[in-house]
């Protein structure tokens, strides 16, 4: 049996308090559908660029979570080729000329699990023992095997970062936290389009004394790690 280790981390709206032995790093949805030029957000109207800036900081913390032998969990949002488990409603949503499904400028279909589009950025490529969870959904619980990944590992406390921080961060938190996970997102290795959601997001998390959980900058959860 595990020694208990307890390590805490300097967060807001209190310190936060973890053993990395019952600690996942989660990586929501750093595809390139999401974060290059050409991809499912760019064709929706959005700045790639600032999605960008979270690329370094996961690096990091992903590097510092492998040092320490920590589970990581990497996912994916998208579709069977064959869209069964799309619903209508999201494959019509946006009224856009190409959508979910269909071949875009990267060459390849959007958010179609095997195509290049879909898969993750090379930056933060999972390595052997990583499990991927491909999600049909925005959030990483519904209708996968995360829980019992989670459960099996003897998992209490997530780390999530990714993209982006108000859709698929934040819908992943708050499922993780009905689930009776303690979660910290990790502000600056995650990343929106829109700045001002950027900021209400994770502003929403820590409020009223972290009603979804804990938010700490990546630099603070490297130390910890260390
Ligand atoms: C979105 C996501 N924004 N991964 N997906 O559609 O947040």
């Not at 998208?78 to 269909?102: F, T």
Request: some cysteine; proline content about 5%.
């Amino acid at each position: 049996m595990n020694n208990l280790i307890h390590k805490v981390i300097n967060a807001e709206p209190y310190p936060f308090a973890f053993d990395p032995n019952t600690s996942a790093l989660i990586i929501i949805d750093m595809q390139r559908d999401f974060l290059e030029e050409g991809g499912f957000g760019a064709m929706l109207g959005n700045d790639v660029s600032l999605l960008r800036s979270a690329i370094e900081p996961c690096r990091a913390v992903l590097d510092a979570a492998r040092a320490c032998n920590m589970l990581i969990i990497h996912t994916r949002e998208g579709h069977r080729p064959d869209l069964s488990d799309c619903p209508q409603s999201k494959k019509e949503r946006g009224n856009l000329s190409v959508g979910i499904g269909d071949v875009g400028p990267l060459g390849s279909r959007i958010l179609i699990r095997g195509e290049a589009a879909h898969d993750i950025i090379p930056e933060l490529y999972p390595i052997d023992g990583e499990p991927i969870i491909d999600k049909p959904g925005k959030g990483a619980f519904y209708q996968t095997d995360l829980a019992l990944i989670l459960q099996n590992n003897h998992i209490k406390t997530l780390f999530v970062c990714g993209v982006t921080t108000e859709v698929c961060v934040h819908t992943t938190v708050r499922e993780a936290n009905d689930r009776g996970y303690e979660a910290l997102v990790i502000a600056d290795a995650t990343g929106s389009y829109f700045p001002e959601f950027q900021r209400v997001a994770l502003d929403m998390i820590k409020a009223q004394g972290g009603i979804f959980g804990w938010v700490a900058n990546s630099d603070a959860v490297i130390k910890a790690l260390a």
